[in-house]
RNA sequence: GCCGAGGUAGCUCAGUUGGUUAGAGCACCAGAUUGUGGUUCUGGGGGUCAUGGGUUCGAAUCUCAUCCUCGGUACCA
């Protein structure tokens, strides 16, 4: 014996769970083909090597991952390719690492290397035009973390669309266009949502300005600035600086000690976008800011030209927004990057009122790939995240209405239990759905409630009067159930929802029901 | 990791200043209904009070340790 339970953060997903998934899924992937994307899978398992640098034995990096050794040998290979051998010539071969996927966007990555990984070691292949590839891509993603947030899972299901190959900036602002189309699919309304873009080469040319210039210090100041909603900007100030007491929990947090002039001057920036403000609002202020190096310049105009295409179709201000203090975690991303956030609250099993963050993420991300294949490959995409958008959907009740199950046929009587096979086989040769009851308890109020739970329209019971007589007796459930809260004499229900029909007419009775 | 709050039936929880046999609602099972869902009514099963030690005549209750859960905070490629 042993004693059945799921690892922390794993969890199993029930009929009605299934349902909202995959409508989220479909009516995405809906939109994602609309756009000309196809669907492609990879495997959950990566070496790790493939997915970046979080290998288990650098202990920083390895954190948040799930990360083993192969049981398998395998032999070992240099970056280019080949064999490493010993100095009696034998090849080396060791258990490489292996990880779980923690995005989709990684794996990606790695498709689109190793299908280019031939042809750019003959130099078949030029930067600036390397093939053009638009997939979809659904699944789950692993990642470990010791404390999970409410409606956080260490498994749980993305939903991407990624193109891959060119630099042309209309495809990140299509990337907003997608994702807002495809909650509105999915049936999110209007005033439910809005896409968040910035374009981290503006932060980054802000921080060039202020002459640092460091990737790490960059990094630390990025990460602090992405608080900002959760902090305050006074909080984002502190950490910026000395640091700061968080009041709730009485956490010290260490501060990243730049000059109180620079913080100021980086404060002063962000402030200037802190009232919500139209995108032409803040392209002009962004305009009039005195910055010139490149890298800003860049930015600012790649947001431009995002506001333009955005503009002429009639995304406005109501689904996307332009938001200079957002910027996301992932390292990757070198430009534009959009977020999604959920407008509104919703109220816990506790009834406490809570916020949901974003439900959707992206970016562009033009050095991911160069990181494998050696050659620099544009690419940009955006991930909605599947759980937590069912997690919303389930807490403020926008799930789909109830599947309707099967027919149900009654298990009366074992003798007849070929009579059941059937009907049943009759009426799926029609592309209807019909289960004959197996359970081991045979009464038939038991049968019924069973009927009842899985949503059946209709149940059919024949016994032995019924089979000697060569009719079945027929039963509405689903009109009876609508009738039930109206009808109070049991006697009168039952004619209303319950009628005799003739065997040979079953199939054709059933089909007109349905 | 740090701070705080908790752990009592399958689930949600109540349980007085320590005092007989630890309760409720939901769920489950059965009957009222001699083969007929919902509602209603009646009855029933189910708990080593997280685990281990301590105090006490006596512990779900007080105490210590451990484990786990939740909230906040930190981290999150």
Same mark, same amino acid.
């Given at each position: 014996?042993?004693?059945?339970?799921?690892?922390?953060?794993?969890?199993?997903?029930?009929?009605?769970?299934?349902?909202?998934?995959?409508?989220?899924?479909?009516?995405?992937?809906?939109?994602?083909?609309?756009?000309?994307?196809?669907?492609?899978?990879?495997?959950?398992?990566?070496?790790? @090597?493939? &997915?970046?640098?979080?290998l288990?034995?650098?202990?920083?990096?390895?954190?948040?991952v799930?990360?083993?050794?192969?049981?398998?040998?395998e032999?070992?290979?240099?970056?280019?390719?080949? !064999?490493?051998?010993?100095?009696?010539?034998?090849?080396?071969? @060791?258990?490489?690492?292996?990880?779980m996927?923690?995005?989709?966007?990684?794996?990606?990555?790695?498709?689109?290397?190793?299908? $280019?990984?031939?042809?750019?070691?003959?130099k078949?292949?030029?930067?600036?035009?390397?093939?053009?590839?638009?997939?979809?891509?659904?699944?789950?993603?692993?990642?470990?973390?010791?404390?999970?947030?409410?409606?956080?899972?260490?498994e749980?299901?993305?939903?991407?669309?990624?193109?891959?190959?060119?630099?042309?900036?209309?495809?990140?602002?299509e990337?907003?266009?997608?994702?807002?189309?495809?909650?509105?699919e999915?049936?999110?309304?209007?005033?439910?949502?809005?896409?968040?873009?910035?374009?981290r %080469?503006?932060? =980054?040319?802000?921080?060039?300005?202020?002459?640092?210039? @460091?990737d790490?210090?960059?990094?630390?100041?990025?990460?602090?600035?992405? =608080?900002?909603? %959760?902090?305050?900007?006074?909080?984002?100030?502190?950490? &910026? #600086?000395?640091?700061?007491?968080? !009041?709730?929990?009485k956490?010290?947090?260490?501060?990243?000690?730049?000059?109180?002039?620079?913080?100021?001057?980086?404060?002063?920036?962000?402030s200037?976008?802190?009232?919500?403000?139209?995108?032409?609002?803040? &392209?002009?202020k962004?305009?009039?800011?005195?910055?010139?190096?490149?890298?800003?310049?860049?930015?600012?105009?790649e947001?431009t030209?995002?506001?333009?295409?955005l503009?002429? $179709?009639?995304?406005?201000?109501?689904?996307v927004?332009?938001?200079?203090?957002?910027?996301?975690?992932?390292?990757?991303?070198?430009?534009?990057?959009?977020?999604?956030?959920?407008?509104?609250?919703?109220?816990?099993?506790?009834?406490?009122?809570?916020?949901?963050?974003?439900?959707?993420?992206?970016?562009?991300?033009?050095?991911?790939?160069?990181?494998?294949l #050696?050659? =620099?490959v544009?690419?940009?995409?955006?991930?909605?995240?599947?759980?937590?958008?069912?997690?919303?959907?389930?807490?403020t009740?926008?799930?789909?209405?109830l599947?309707q199950?099967?027919?149900?046929?009654?298990?009366?009587?074992?003798?007849?239990? *070929?009579?059941?096979q059937?009907i049943?086989?009759?009426?799926? *040769? =029609?592309?209807?759905?019909?289960?004959?009851?197996?359970?081991?308890?045979?009464?038939?109020?038991?049968?019924?409630?069973?009927?009842?739970?899985?949503?059946?329209?209709?149940a059919? &019971?024949?016994?032995?009067?019924?089979?000697?007589?060569?009719?079945?007796?027929?039963?509405?459930?689903?009109?009876?159930?609508?009738?039930?809260?109206?009808?109070?004499?049991?006697?009168?229900?039952?004619?209303r929802?319950?009628?005799?029909?003739?065997?040979e007419?079953?199939?054709?009775?059933?089909?007109?029901?349905?």
């Amino acid at each position: 014996m042993s004693y059945p339970r799921k690892i922390k953060g794993f969890r199993d997903i029930d009929a009605n769970m299934n349902q909202l998934r995959w409508k989220i899924i479909n009516s995405a992937a809906k939109v994602y083909k609309k756009y000309g994307f196809e669907h492609y899978d990879t495997p959950v398992l990566e070496y790790s @090597e493939n &997915l970046g640098k979080y290998l288990p034995d650098s202990e920083e990096l390895a954190e948040g991952v799930y990360s083993f050794n192969n049981p398998e040998l395998e032999p070992k290979f240099d970056n280019k390719g080949a !064999e490493i051998r010993d100095e009696r010539n034998n090849v080396v071969m @060791e258990n490489h690492y292996l990880t779980m996927r923690y995005d989709l966007t990684a794996p990606l990555a790695r498709l689109y290397a190793e299908s $280019l990984w031939e042809l750019h070691k003959h130099k078949q292949v030029q930067e600036g035009k390397t093939p053009l590839l638009r997939r979809y891509q659904y699944g789950q993603v692993f990642r470990f973390e010791a404390k999970l947030d409410p409606g956080r899972f260490r498994e749980f299901w993305q939903l991407d669309f990624d193109t891959v190959g060119t630099d042309d900036i209309t495809t990140d602002a299509e990337a907003c266009m997608i994702l807002a189309d495809a909650l509105e699919e999915i049936g999110l309304k209007r005033d439910n949502y809005i896409v968040k873009v910035n374009n981290r %080469k503006i932060i =980054k040319g802000l921080l060039i300005s202020l002459e640092i210039t @460091e990737d790490a210090d960059e990094q630390n100041i990025m990460r602090i600035i992405d =608080k900002a909603d %959760k902090i305050g900007m006074q909080g984002v100030a502190q950490e &910026l #600086g000395q640091g700061r007491v968080d !009041e709730k929990s009485k956490a010290k947090i260490e501060g990243l000690n730049i000059d109180n002039e620079i913080v100021d001057q980086i404060m002063g920036f962000l402030s200037d976008f802190s009232e919500i403000n139209t995108r032409a609002n803040i &392209l002009e202020k962004l305009n009039s800011k005195n910055i010139d190096n490149q890298t800003y310049t860049e930015g600012v105009s790649e947001l431009t030209k995002i506001d333009e295409i955005l503009s002429a $179709l009639n995304f406005d201000e109501n689904r996307v927004i332009f938001d200079p203090t957002m910027i996301r975690g992932m390292g990757y991303y070198t430009g534009p990057i959009f977020e999604v956030e959920y407008v509104g609250t919703y109220k816990d099993s506790k009834g406490r009122k809570r916020k949901v963050g974003s439900i959707c993420g992206g970016g562009r991300y033009d050095g991911l790939v160069e990181k494998s294949l #050696g050659m =620099k490959v544009p690419a940009v995409g955006a991930s909605i995240g599947v759980d937590r958008l069912a997690e919303i959907l389930t807490l403020t009740k926008q799930t789909p209405e109830l599947a309707q199950g099967p027919v149900i046929i009654i298990a009366f009587d074992d003798n007849l239990m *070929t009579e059941y096979q059937k009907i049943a086989y009759e009426l799926r *040769t =029609k592309d209807i759905e019909v289960e004959v009851y197996y359970g081991s308890r045979k009464n038939l109020k038991k049968q019924l409630s069973y009927a009842d739970k899985k949503n059946c329209p209709i149940a059919i &019971l024949i016994g032995e009067n019924e089979f000697n007589n060569g009719v079945a007796t027929v039963r509405n459930l689903k009109l009876g159930k609508e009738l039930a809260s109206q009808i109070t004499d049991k006697k009168e229900w039952r004619e209303r929802v319950q009628s005799e029909v003739k065997r040979e007419n079953l199939t054709e009775e059933i089909l007109k029901m349905i």
